[in-house]
């Protein structure tokens, strides 16, 4: 009623109301402002009593209180801590209870689009291990998967996440991951079960099938075990597309594209490609959208006319974007993850609407997801989602 008071220093100040400067005055007699920890743990001792039970996370890492709020409607307490995420603290309770909200690290990864949300995965760092997190379209649901108590899971980081059957498979750091998403639970791929490289780069999956690009090639993952395909290549895969049968594999390599087929030694150049200097440059993804495949390398979009049996190539955009690291194909074009930018590009063009590192992203993009609402982007400062409707072109 009075106006605006102002503290600055130790001195309260007044603007009254319709006045246009702030004059001296004495402090508001009831000053509401934001509760502190302080005010929590005084509150609810037992936050001080059971604080190395409540601050340690899976990984037996102690965390700590960051903010505090009351609830709105005054039976407890709201508790932001950095290790454990949110918590609830109900008037009378020993422990409080754990909210899952956000990300369990800082590092988003991979995205995987799933029914109903979008999966993430966060790089470990020097102050968090590696984890999953599924968040939901409307973030009204966030489900983190973070293993084992004092382990963790058996990997740094993720670079490609698909969905086969019931599983989430992961291209890991300690080999090809198949998690599943309701227990937590993982199943760990690498060379002490026949693969290659413990690196794995990317991981494909169509007709229940499901290959893997290593440090050192290309294997199929099957209830058999690990079957390795083109044994005579031995160089990377970053990137793999099975053929629409299924019998033939797509890969791409630090030298362009390759085709791989059960039962051959090698990698092959199909003739289409023979001709085309351009497509030795390393293929970093591969997708299919509807009939047509589309990929990137570090500085253009390729795509394949099926009805031609050719492949085109777009024009240089990484001068635009960044060195390219992901896409994801919409109608009439691709959303597409550089290192500075993620950029929408229709086919065989520039991009004409871009959202930059650092006025529209927090942090450098890695990877790109689309639903019918909303672009996912993982960077290295978390997870962003746009409306369609207000970011595309």
Do not use: C
């Amino acid at each position: 009623i009075a106006g605006l008071f102002i503290r600055s220093g130790g001195a309260w100040l007044l603007v009254p109301r319709g006045g246009i400067a702030a004059v001296p005055t004495q402090p508001p007699t009831r000053p509401a402002r934001p509760e502190t920890i302080q005010d929590a743990i005084a509150a609810n001792p037992v936050l001080q009593a059971n604080g190395a039970q409540i601050l340690m996370d899976n990984q037996l890492a102690v965390a700590r209180y960051t903010a505090a709020a009351r609830s709105f409607d005054g039976l407890g307490w709201y508790l932001g801590t950095w290790g454990v995420g949110p918590l609830f603290l109900p008037d009378g309770a020993a422990l409080p209870q754990r909210l899952t909200f956000g990300l369990p690290g800082l590092v988003a990864g991979a995205l995987y689009m799933a029914p109903g949300g979008v999966w993430v995965s966060t790089d470990q760092t020097t102050s968090q291990r590696a984890g999953l997190a599924f968040v939901a379209t409307d973030l009204s649901d966030f489900n983190w998967i973070q293993g084992r108590t004092g382990f963790g899971l058996p990997f740094g980081y993720v670079r490609r996440i698909v969905g086969l059957d019931q599983s989430l498979w992961a291209a890991t750091d300690a080999g090809v991951a198949r998690i599943n998403p309701e227990s937590g639970d993982v199943d760990l791929f690498d060379q002490g079960r026949g693969l290659m490289d413990n690196r794995v780069f990317t991981v494909a999956t169509r007709r229940g099938l499901l290959a893997a690009g290593t440090a050192h090639g290309l294997a199929l993952i099957t209830d058999k075990g690990v079957e390795r395909v083109a044994p005579d290549y031995a160089d990377a895969v970053f990137a793999i597309a099975f053929s629409a049968q299924a019998d033939t594999l797509w890969v791409g390599t630090p030298r362009g594209l390759r085709i791989a087929v059960r039962g051959e030694p090698d990698l092959s150049l199909p003739t289409e490609l023979q001709t085309a200097a351009a497509l030795g440059e390393p293929v970093i993804a591969l997708a299919w959208s509807s009939d047509t495949l589309m990929g990137i390398t570090e500085d253009r979009l390729i795509w394949r006319d099926n009805r031609l049996k050719s492949w085109w190539l777009g024009p240089t955009i990484s001068a635009s974007l960044g060195r390219l690291r992901g896409f994801a194909s919409v109608r009439g074009g691709v959303w597409i993850a550089g290192e500075q930018a993620v950029g929408f590009v229709p086919f065989n063009a520039m991009p004409v609407r871009m959202l930059r590192f650092p006025a529209d992203l927090p942090g450098r993009p890695f990877d790109v997801a689309v639903d019918d609402e909303y672009l996912w982007v993982s960077t290295d400062q978390g997870l962003v989602r746009f409306r369609l409707d207000a970011v595309r072109p």
